[in-house]
């Protein structure tokens, strides 16, 4: 039994936890158009639904908070309340409470919260009725009478499917409602389960109830006949089930729909990237043996049968990546709350937009890019949108913008940050790079644009004349180019000055599998990520120029620093020793190229990273390992990491 309860518990924080997330963004963008009555009644269902579910589980103190919350939308969504930011940030601030009390459910520690001083804003806002409306008395947030109508709630399905009845007959009379009741008390007593004398009982409680609280929340027959355990719920429910049947599409949504554990959709992952592995074994000594004997039969029957599993393989591992992507929304939702508390604390009027909320990424990733994202946001929102006079005398709109975004890009998700605020003055820029000692006006001419202002994610350089609690101290850009680099992923930025700025995140669908070059030095085999090469180019010894000491090669007018991999794993090679034609790997970091010198290249294998155990932390540069087709291990190379410190100025 106490699993099961604990089982309950848990779906409830998981649902509740979700709807909180979606209230903050819907909060926001009700404020942004306080007439949209489908927002309020959506806004509505949602804080009643986790009344019920909190009064089910009898969580007291959240019933108890949810019910006053409810009570001030009500007013808002009979349009006796209006809704104006002082009374919005309450609203905000009892939803953050919500979260604080989940928390402690979630710890199982019991610890009550005060809730005098919440309750009392929530009382105080809810008496603000407009001069036009007739003041209703609120809602007794305490009491006997009170909490037995929040405990009486059976089921937080019944309140969801009552709810939507409620809203199919928004505007009809009590009357209307009451006959309602009586026809589940009826179903009720044809049904077996209950008196008539039970249901003349109940009725009798409704009315005491109705006379007593005017707030249009009166608890069904239903309800009432569970809490007085005349009825279980499971009984009103299947009653309410044959009022209002739930439409075939739903039923099917809700059957075909499964929670599975993170850890068991890790192992099949793993499980599917051994299955690569070997597949891809299969394929090199299924094609090594149609190369040995070309007339055989039985071997033409091996490689048919080869190509179907390697077709089967490759749908099976979409599918399971498919079942670890979820829609970047996740992350999202919490920026539109985090705009609008910022703005208004900084006296400032910016507007968060969100496009491309349903593009997905594996979960892992959604995990890690939550903390860059509120960096760049704050950022934008900070030293980007200007204020609000500034932007007038700018010939600009008071209100600034802020858009994020989410697109794919072949196999690539694009996320981009991008405001309308003053840019970066990149002069301004280069004056701060040299004051603070991080390179020298000479080297500094010598560089692009896009060079210059890839110094703002090094530690410790701030554009700040002055720290705030937002930004300033130079930390939180590293902090963002550290993350997006340990996700194989990359960040590049476009301004203009006095129009705005905007940030590009580039990072891979999935961190798994992956597609790579493998590439030949001596006899060692190496394994590029795909994602990081932009060309490979053949070349003669002579095409190869020293400026300052720095082998380097001149592509379509371009000038490309060479790095041989030979020397950088110490490796006896022909590269090394001055072979008249070698290859050269192209690889973009950041904004800037790179050319990777190898003897030879084998072409573009899948390949499963694997993490190796205990490694050595100074050899820099190495992402992991996999396994070929022919069975040998082969290092996977980290282009950001290994050109991390040549990317940069001295």
Known sequence: MADEMDEIISDFLIETTELIEGLNQKFVELEADISNQDLINDIFRSVHTIKGASGFLGFNQMVELTHITESVMKKIKDGDLVLVPRVMDVILESIDMVKVLLEHIKAKDGIEEDLGDMLGKLKAVYDGVSADKPKKEPPPSSGQQDVFVESSVPDQADVEQELLAEAEDEGSADAGDEQNAKHIGELLVEDGKVSENDVDDALTIQDMIKESVDTGMVPKVGEILTATAKASGEEVKKVLAKQAPTPEKDKLQVEQTIRVDVERLDNVLNLVGELVLARNRLMKT?????????????????????????????????????????????????????????SRTMKKEVELRLSGEETELDKSIIEEIGDPLVHLIRNSVDHGIEMPDVRESAGKSRHGMIVLSAYQEGNNIVL?????????????????????GFSTYEELERMSTKEVLEFIFLPGFST????????????????????ISKLNGNISIETDKGKGTKFLLRLPLTLAIIQALMVGVGREVYAIPLAS????????????????????????????????????????????????RVYLVVIVVGEKKFGMMVDKLFGQEEVVIKSIEGFSNNADGIAGATITGDGKVVLILDPAVMFSGAGQAR
């Open 533 to 580: 090469v932009v060309e490979t180019v053949k070349l003669n010894q002579k095409d190869l120029k020293t400026i300052r000491g720095k082998e380097t090669v001149i592509l379509r007018d371009e000038v490309v620093p060479v790095y041989r991999l030979a020397r950088k794993f110490m490796i006896d090679a022909p590269s090394s020793n001055g072979a008249e």
């Open 416 to 436: 981009a940050i991008e405001d309308d605020g003053k840019g970066i003055d990149v002069e301004v820029l280069r004056e701060k790079i040299v004051e603070k």
């Open 286 to 342: 299924s094609s090594g043996l149609e190369a040995k004997f070309t007339d055989s039969s039985e071997i033409a029957l091996l490689a048919e049968l080869t190509a179907f599993i390697n077709l089967i393989t490759t749908d099976l591992q979409l599918a399971v990546m498919k079942t670890r992507m979820q829609p970047v929304k996740k992350v999202f939702n919490k920026f539109p709350r985090m705009v609008r508390d910022l």
């Open 464 to 483: 700040a004349k002055q720290v705030s609690d937002v930004s300033g101290r130079g930390v939180g850009m590293d902090v963002v180019k550290t993350n």
